[in-house]
Nanobody
Framework: QVQLVESGGGLVQAGGSRRLSCAVS????????MGWFRQAPGKEREFVAA????????AYVDSAKGRFTISRENAENTVYLQMISLKPEDTAVYYC????????????????WGQGTQVTVSS
């Protein structure tokens, strides 16, 4: 069983930065492809970023490119999402997820999910 717990959300002004963390339980963390998704009020959950087990492969949604950076520390069973130049449209609940599928970007490709952490960007 794999459990994911996100942290780091909160209120931030437009143009500010925030780093989200996702602590993962389970001995096989390093074998999972890890992703971040977000869901804004009234909208569907969308893919934000993902990273392979050895950090050699990273993927981002176009709106996150150049502003968000995904990273992971396998020794600490943690994946991060560093966000800079935040915009009001980045306001959402951010979810961490684990997949066995390399390159996964669709919700159904992810097996485990955290409860989410709220990020609110004020204008």
């Amino acid at each position: 069983q794999v459990q994911l717990v996100e942290s780091g959300g909160g209120l931030v002004q437009a143009g500010g930065s925030r780093r989200l963390s996702c602590a993962v339980s389970g001995r096989t963390f390093s074998s999972y492809y890890m992703g971040w998704f977000r869901q804004a009020p009234g909208k569907e959950r969308e893919f934000v970023a993902a990273i392979s087990w050895n950090s050699g492969r990273k993927a981002y949604v176009d709106s996150a490119k150049g502003r968000f950076t995904i990273s992971r520390e396998n020794a600490e069973n943690t994946v991060y999402l560093q966000m800079i130049s935040l915009k009001p449209e980045d306001t959402a609940v951010y979810y961490c997820a684990a997949s066995r599928v390399v390159g996964a970007s669709r919700i159904y490709e992810y097996d485990y999910w955290g409860q989410g952490t709220q990020v609110t960007v004020s204008s």
